[in-house]
């Protein structure tokens, strides 16, 4: 791979750091080599990246070579469509039995998803095997354990997808779910709720819907001491307790992640997988409706499973609340949201940097990070005047006198984090790039100061040219009913 563009400081600095990890090692492996550890060499290899990573970790799979494969098609995939690519490529290379050529892909696929850095690959994955239906056709078995949580939600659903489209390359069959085994699972998941945190637990039909289709056995060991009540003692499943981690790739992978599922499929075009569509329909159908009359319905997931004690900033799209705004900063990276510091400190600084929120949409939690060119809140103070806090310094000579928040200011999201969750884009707020952009078209050019332009003057042009009023003029008049 290329070596990136740097200063020669900083090609020295890692240099050195290079020679120093390479001195220590040099210690430690004469440390071990006395004999006083169980242990004679250092377990964790030193690695350059992802590729040389992945194969080191799996080195007991005969996976010589992938790392070479793995840093071809990096250049031209994402890291999900490289670990079900290079699954696909592993699947047809010799192996001792079938079973082992999916195993091998399986965890080939899964630590290129964990990024070669986490247990979940080895232990997560606690066996891979070939199993028969009633009719005799062959099936992929896949057997999760606890350690499975570590890969996330998107590791857990696309290690399923991975095994559907290795078996498939080797001719294996489909997996068809015997009534109580999809039963089994409609108590089990809940069963493991009270037992265990799940981010998501689905619904029964939610449940049939999934095991029922799903071309794979999603199948677990036993992880903890509570047993299922009914429909004990299943031929093709092992154990009468709990099976945490096939609950945790059911309810927080193929349910909470079958958006991400949908897209996957969609774009390599693998068939069989239609119940996801329907899965999708069946949850677009509800409370998160998208139509043209009704507009986008509030959703309530991200407030349903609270922990007590923790604040709740804004019911799911209420008046006053967070509103979206599109765009990044040099400070928000992956997973990360900006809020206005005015708004920080008005809310008596419990967000601060850093500080991890859970936003109604596009469904992930962000890492709060500071942006002072959105809009700050609104609120009333102690002698009934509504103002807008512009900045942090008026935020803190506020504080203590300020009676009501009455809009909480502006959530910078990126784009990106929409189009990595596979989710519609929401209504954002108007703001004065786009203003800007309209009366630019109207008047073929800018006129000067029309950023800070008076109240009379931007309703001169609105008038006139037939563009929308300024941001800063353009009230929420949507926020009132009629009555109002």
Known sequence: MGSPVVSEEVRSYFQSLASLVDATYAVARAARARGFDPELDVEIPV??????????????????????????????????????????????RPAASKERAVERAVRVGLAILTEGILVA???????????RNRDGSSYVDLSYAGPIRSAGGTGQALSVLIADVVRRELGIGRYQPAREEVERFKEEIPLYKQVQHLQYTPSDEEISLIVSNCPVAINGEGTEDAEISGFRDLPRIETNRIRGGACLVIADGMCLKAPKIQKHVRKLRIDGWEFIDAYMEKKNAGPDDVTEDSGVEPSEVFIQ??????????????????????????????????LHPATMHILDDFIAVGTQIKTER????????????????????????????????????????????????????????????????????????????????????LPAGWETATASQALAWSREFGVPLHPRYNLFFHDFAVED
């Open 47 to 92: 690695t350059d990246d992802l590729a040389s990573r992945v194969e080191r970790l799996l080195e007991h799979y005969e996976v010589e070579g992938v790392a070479r494969r793995i840093r071809e098609l990096a250049k031209v995939h994402d890291r999900e469509e490289l670990a079900i690519l290079v699954a696909k490529e592993m699947a047809v």
């Open 121 to 131: 690959p080895l232990e997560g994955l606690a066996t891979v095997k070939i199993k």
């Open 305 to 338: 499973n609270i922990v007590a004690g923790r604040p709740v900033l804004c019911h799911p799209s209420r008046a006053g609340g967070l509103r979206l705004r599109y765009g990044r900063t040099r400070a928000t990276g992956l997973a990360a949201v900006a």
């Open 362 to 445: 596009p469904g992930k939690a962000g890492a709060v990070t500071p942006c002072d060119t959105i809009e700050g809140p609104l609120v009333v103070l102690d002698t009934g005047d509504f103002v807008e806090v512009p900045d942090a310094a008026a935020a803190k000579r506020l504080a203590g006198h300020v009676r009501v928040i009455a809009d909480l200011g502006e959530i910078l999201i990126p784009f990106g984090e929409f189009l990595e969750n596979n989710h519609v884009l929401m209504p954002g707020a108007f703001s004065s790039e786009w203003y800007g952009l309209l009366l630019k078209k109207a008047l073929g050019q």
